[in-house]
């Protein structure tokens, strides 16, 4: 049957590459027409046909407490009756900038930017502008947005297309990007002893969520931390997904661990367009106009986002316990596949981030997660999105709970999730 997606989709594709302005969007790997969203409200979205589904990707994480939260739209309606942007200094974004560095210790200083790509490749030009070195380290299947010196065995929509690098990007821009194995130790060390006075910066996502989630090895973050210092490099935690989710300071709190820069994503802004980076201020003292590293933006802490995140922010500092009850819900999924499944799957689950990876292997890493069968993953999404059930169309990203997915909502999606295992 023809619907108005489709329609939607077909006509997309004659001015938009691919029909869509994030890949993963197309739902390739999965095999589908992509719904085209006209509205969402609580744990809901409701396609342009009509069709309401319980969203489990919440913006890929910035939902933390659903859709169109009322006090939020609220705030925002109000500031948009003073105008969308000045390109000028506003009042929020010194309010917005206290509240992270009151909620993210470390992060004493920040800048505001537009997006989480934007807040990643700034923190890594601060890193070698403080320590005038060039190279840095990633992680095999850690994504850290799309500038071209980061697009070396990214994660993300990459892994689905099996194009872990980018045409379009020269050589010369990642050189001077030396690729390690998340929870590999003696990677980490050999690219150090090869390079001991050269690296500016190790890049983490504290727990890796964009190959699917993988957890750190207990002891992980630590080494990264150590071995940073005994060097002279800095650590970056890429809190763009874990900043404000996996606790009120991310994971950096979660863990215990004190990271030199960390770059936050669209949870800043209640799922507004805009980033941030930030740290000790001795290092973001670097940045322009104080310091001699540039990095600029026009729409950078507009009132409008920024209104957003003060609101967002405000109400999960009003009520911590939120992370107990989506990590509650969570975990209730968890158990269910586990139980269910019986070794069909992997399940991997922190606080409210979850990814069920269709391998029998442990998912500790990069070739772990890409053992998963991506065929069988895309006939479990189409099940459940054929009855009412939205989760990441890609294997290879996490599942979201937000505080608005209701008990009863859980338990609807935990008996669909039941009733496909029990049929393959």
């Known amino acids: ?13 004659r001015y938009i590459p691919g029909g869509v302005n994030s890949p993963v969007r197309a739902f390739g790997a999965v095999k589908r027409t992509p719904r085209f969203i006209a509205s969402a409200y609580g744990d809901r979205i409701v396609d342009v046909d009509g069709n309401e589904m319980i969203d489990y990707v919440c913006s890929w994480g910035p939902g933390i407490l659903g859709h169109a939260h009322p006090r939020v ?30 909620m993210v210790p470390s992060m004493e200083v920040s800048r505001l930017v537009s997006s989480g790509t934007e807040a990643v490749m700034s923190a890594i030009r601060v890193a070698r502008g403080y320590t005038k070195r060039d190279k840095i380290i990633k992680f095999k ?6 500038s071209d010196g980061l697009l070396v065995k990214a994660g993300s929509a990459a892994l689905t ?72 490099a800095l650590l970056i935690f890429d809190e763009v997904i874990t900043g404000f989710r996996l606790a009120l300071g991310g994971a950096q709190e979660y863990y215990q661990i004190v990271p030199d820069l960390t770059t936050l994503g669209k949870i800043v802004g209640g799922g507004m367009p805009i980033g941030a980076y930030g740290g000790r201020k001795e290092i973001m003292e ?10 600029a933006g026009t729409l950078s802490g507009n009132p409008i986002a920024t209104t957003a995140g003060i609101e967002t922010l405000q109400i999960l500092k009003e009520d911590p316990k939120i992370y107990q009850r989506i990590e509650e819900k969570a975990k209730k ?32 890493d990069y070739e772990s997660a890409v053992s998963s069968d991506t065929a ?9 999105l054929d009855r009412g059930i939205y989760v990441a169309p890609s294997q290879f990203e996490a599942m979201f709970l937000s505080d608005a997915h209701t008990h009863q909502d859980v338990e609807s999606t935990c008996q669909l999730i039941k009733e496909y295992f029990a049929g393959i």
């Not at 670097?286 to 990095?295: I, L």
């Open 376 to 384: 069988k993953y895309a006939e479990y999404f189409g099940y459940l």
């Open 161 to 232: 297309t099996s194009i872990p690098d980018s045409a379009g990007v020269p050589a010369d821009y990642t050189k001077n990007t030396l690729v390690a194995s998340y929870n590999d130790f003696a990677s980490v060390e050999a690219l150090f002893q090869a390079n001991p006075e050269e690296i500016a910066a190790v890049i983490v996502e504290p727990v890796a969520a964009n190959m699917g989630v993988v957890l750190p090895k207990p002891g992980f973050l630590e080494f990264l931390r150590e071995i940073t210092k005994k060097f002279g």
């Open 141 to 146: 299947g850690c994504y850290h947005g799309h």
């Open 73 to 102: 739209i609220k705030q925002i309606q109000k500031a948009c009756e003073n105008g969308l942007t000045y390109g000028a200094p506003t009042e929020k974004e010194v309010i917005l900038a206290k509240l992270i560095a009151e």
């Open 333 to 364: 999924i968890a158990d269910i596949v586990r139980e269910t499944a019986k070794g069909k799957v992997y399940v991997n689950q922190i606080g409210s981030l979850l990814s069920i990876f269709f391998t029998s292997k442990i998912v500790i």
């Open 1 to 13: 049957m023809e619907t108005k997606s489709k329609q939607l989709f077909e006509e997309a594709k």
């Open 286 to 295: 670097v940045v322009s106009p104080v310091g001699a590293v540039y990095q």
